[in-house]
C-alpha cells in the first residue's frame, strides 16, 4: 500500500470524471475536477523548477481559492509536506510556527499577508504570490499534464501535511501526517457515510483546522464534490443556509458551536437544510439538550453523527449514529460509540493496565508520524503498546479519559488542561503563557467549560496590582494568541485562590465563573 499515494489516487479520480463540478466556491462560481488537475500538475511543475524536493515543507496562505485547493494537490504529487497557515495568528505565534515548520517554500494565492512577508525577510525564505502577474504568468505557461513517474516516485509513506495545534508548552505542536494515513481515512468516510456520487459535502471548517481533513479529502478524494464556504460567508449565518441549500448540500459536518449558534438565532427550520442527508458534528461536546434541539427538526428525513478523533489520528476514528435512544440515556453527553474499524485501541489505567475506565490509546495506519521538529513532544505521546511483548507496535495517548460501558466509550474528561474550545484543540497553558508574558499580571489561570444555553467559554482569572479595562487586556494579549484563543472574560483579583495542596484552585474559579 505504501507505492499508492494521493496524487494517485486523484489522478485516477479524475480520470473517471473530468467534467464533474469538483468544487462550488461562495461566490458563485465553479471548478471541475480537470481544471483543479490541470492547475495543480501546473503549479506541480512550477515548484519542481525551484529545486523543492521530497520532504521539504511548503507554507501555504490559503483562503480556500482554486489556487489554494490546488496547490495543496501539486504538494501532494511532488511528495511535498504543506501546511495551510492561519493569517489571523498573532505575529509571534506565526513565528513559531514557521520556525518549528522550517518551510523551503511559502506560496500565497492572493496578496501575501504583511504578518507572512515579513517573517519570509526575516528568516530568507523564498516566496510568491498567485497575486503577482509574473508569477501567475509563469504558472500558465507550465505543461497541465506532470511527465510520467513523477506522481508514482512518492511513496505512500511519505508525510502529506502538518497541522498545528495548541501546546502545553506555549508553543504550538505540528501533527505530521502520511498519504497512507489519509487514503486509509478516505476509505473507511466513504463506507461510513455511504458516500454516493451526487453527494455534495459542505466545507464549512477553515483549511488549517483539523475537520478540513474530512471536508476535502473524503470529498475529492472521492470523486465527491465539495460547497466550500469562505470566510465572509461563514460569518453571515444567512448566506451560509442560503448557499447550502443554494448548491445542494448532502452532507454537513462542523463544531457543534455552529449548530448551536444557529439554533438560538432562530435560522433552523424545515424549510433550511433541504438537501442534508446527514448532520455530522464534532471537535467539542455537543450538550445533549441542545443537540435534541437539531435532531427533532431534521432526523426524520436526515441522520445525525457524534464524531471524535484526535489530529493524531487523521481527524476521526469514531462516528456514532444518534438515535432517538441515545436522549434516554442518563448521560449529559452523546456516546463516543465505538472506535472505527481501522483502528485498534486500549484503554488503559495509570500504570498501563486494562481498565473499564482509563485514557484511550490508539493504534494503527491513520496515527500521525508524530510531531514536526518535536521528538521530546513526539516520544512522550507515540509510544510502544505495554501489553505487545512479540513486537514493537506504536501507540498514540490520546490524554483522553473515557469509560467504557455495554461495549461504548463515554468521555469523561481530560489527564490535562487541554480543551475544546469553539472545535479547536487548546492547552490551557498555552493561554496562560501569553498572560503571563503581560508585565502587570502577578498571577493567572485559565478555565473553560459551558454557560447554561450551551456555549463553549474560557475564562481568565488574573491577579494585577491595578485593574485593566477588557478591552486593554485583549488588545495585549493578541500579540500572542490568536482571537479563538483570547478569554471571552477576564476575572481580575488581588490574589488567586488556592487548595490545600498550595495550587490554584482551579476546580473553585470554574464554579465562580458559572460554567459546567
Not at 448540500?249 to 446527514?278: A, E, G, Q
Not at 481568565?460 to 479595562?469: D, H, L, N
Request: charged share 20%; hydrophobic share 40%.
Amino acid at each position: 500500500m505504501y507505492r499508492y499515494n494521493l496524487g494517485q489516487q486523484f489522478e485516477a479520480v479524475c480520470a473517471k470524471q473530468p467534467d464533474k463540478t469538483a468544487i462550488y466556491f461562495s461566490d458563485g462560481t465553479q471548478a471541475s475536477f480537470e481544471q483543479l488537475n490541470a492547475l495543480s500538475n501546473q503549479i506541480a511543475a512550477s515548484l519542481a523548477q525551484r529545486d523543492l524536493s521530497a520532504g521539504q515543507v511548503v507554507a501555504l496562505q490559503n483562503d480556500k481559492t482554486l489556487f489554494g485547493f490546488s496547490a495543496m494537490l501539486a504538494c501532494l504529487k511532488r511528495g511535498l509536506v504543506y501546511t495551510n497557515l492561519d493569517t489571523a495568528n498573532p505575529r509571534a505565534r506565526l513565528a513559531r510556527i514557521f520556525e518549528t515548520a522550517r518551510p523551503a517554500f511559502v506560496l500565497s494565492d492572493s496578496a501575501t499577508d504583511p504578518q507572512v512577508s515579513d517573517l519570509c525577510r526575516e528568516m530568507n525564505l523564498p516566496c510568491a504570490s498567485y497575486a503577482d502577474p509574473a508569477f501567475s504568468a509563469e504558472i500558465a505557461k507550465q505543461p497541465e499534464t506532470l511527465p510520467p513517474g513523477w506522481i508514482a516516485a512518492v511513496s505512500g509513506a511519505n508525510p502529506a501535511y502538518i497541522m498545528f495545534t495548541s501546546g502545553s508548552t506555549g508553543t504550538p505542536k505540528g501533527v505530521v501526517i502520511r498519504h497512507a494515513s489519509i487514503l486509509n481515512f478516505i476509505r473507511w468516510g466513504k463506507t461510513a457515510y455511504a458516500l454516493r456520487d451526487d453527494d455534495i459535502l459542505t466545507g464549512v471548517n477553515p483549511v488549517y483546522f483539523d475537520n478540513s481533513v474530512f471536508d476535502f479529502y473524503c470529498a475529492l478524494f472521492n470523486g465527491i464534490a465539495m460547497g466550500s464556504v469562505s470566510r465572509e460567508t461563514l460569518s453571515q449565518p444567512k448566506a451560509l443556509l442560503d448557499f447550502v441549500d443554494r448548491v445542494g448540500c448532502t452532507l454537513w459536518f462542523s463544531v457543534p458551536s455552529l449548530l448551536i449558534y444557529l439554533t438560538n438565532l432562530k435560522l433552523l427550520h424545515r424549510d433550511v437544510f433541504k438537501s442534508i442527508r446527514c448532520f455530522t458534528f464534532g471537535g467539542e461536546a455537543y450538550p445533549k439538550a441542545l443537540l435534541k434541539k437539531c435532531f427533532d427538526l431534521y432526523a426524520d428525513r436526515a441522520q445525525f453523527f457524534n464524531v471524535y478523533g484526535p489530529t493524531e489520528g487523521t481527524c476521526i476514528c469514531s462516528a456514532h449514529p444518534v438515535s432517538a435512544a441515545d436522549f434516554e440515556e442518563e448521560e449529559t453527553l452523546v456516546t463516543l460509540g465505538h472506535i472505527a474499524p481501522n483502528f485498534d485501541y486500549l484503554v488503559l489505567d495509570e500504570t498501563d493496565q486494562p481498565a473499564r475506565t482509563g485514557q484511550l490509546c490508539l493504534m494503527g495506519e491513520q496515527l500521525a508520524l508524530g510531531y514536526y521538529n518535536d521528538p521530546d513532544r513526539t516520544s512522550a505521546a507515540f509510544v510502544p503498546n505495554p501489553l505487545n511483548r512479540a513486537y514493537t507496535q506504536m501507540m498514540y495517548k490520546t490524554g483522553d479519559w473515557v469509560e467504557e460501558k455495554n461495549g461504548r466509550l463515554y468521555f469523561r474528561g481530560r489527564m490535562d488542561n487541554q480543551v475544546k474550545h469553539m472545535g479547536y484543540r487548546i492547552e490551557l497553558e498555552e493561554i496562560e503563557a501569553g498572560l503571563a508574558k503581560l508585565p502587570y499580571i502577578k498571577q493567572c489561570a485559565v478555565v473553560h467549560g459551558k454557560t447554561d444555553t450551551g456555549f463553549s467559554r474560557l475564562t481568565a482569572w488574573i491577579a494585577v496590582e491595578t485593574p485593566r479595562v477588557q478591552k486593554q487586556l485583549r488588545e495585549d494579549l493578541r500579540r500572542f494568541l490568536p482571537d479563538y484563543m483570547i478569554p471571552n472574560t477576564f476575572e481580575q483579583v488581588d490574589e488567586l485562590p488556592k487548595n490545600p495542596n498550595g495550587k490554584v484552585d482551579r476546580v473553585h474559579l470554574k464554579t465562580l465563573s458559572n460554567l459546567v
